[in-house]
Nanobody
Framework: QVQLVESGGRLVQAGGSLRLSCAASGRTSSSYAMGWFRQAPGKEREFVAAISWGGGNTYYADSLKGRFTISRDNAKNTLYLQMNSLKPEDTAVYFC?????????????????WGQGTQVTVSS
């Protein structure tokens, strides 16, 4: 079992920046990829970004490339998402997830563990 706790979400003005964190605990001795997904009200949960176990491979939703950056610190068992130039359409609950494989993926079904989410609200 892996437990995930997200933090860093808050209300921010359009154009601002936020950094989300996700702390992992439990079965963290295994090699695992991690990802961020988000879900806006009334919409499906969608892929945001993912990173491989070693951090050498990162993937992003096409619409977010250039504004969001995913990173991880394996010594701290922590995942990050740096979000810049935020827009009102970025408003959503952001979830981190673990895939029990060293290789990252972009599909929800590939991930084995999920956090409870952190709310990001971008005002116009």
């Amino acid at each position: 079992q892996v437990q995930l706790v997200e933090s860093g979400g808050r209300l921010v003005q359009a154009g601002g920046s936020l950094r989300l964190s996700c702390a992992a605990s439990g079965r963290t001795s295994s090699s695992y990829a991690m990802g961020w997904f988000r879900q806006a009200p009334g919409k499906e949960r969608e892929f945001v970004a993912a990173i491989s176990w070693g951090g050498g491979n990162t993937y992003y939703a096409d619409s977010l490339k250039g504004r969001f950056t995913i990173s991880r610190d394996n010594a701290k068992n922590t995942l990050y998402l740096q979000m810049n130039s935020l827009k009102p359409e970025d408003t959503a609950v952001y979830f981190c997830a673990v895939r029990m494989s060293p290789f990252a993926g972009s599909s929800r079904s590939e991930y084995d563990y999920w956090g409870q989410g952190t709310q990001v609200t971008v005002s116009s």
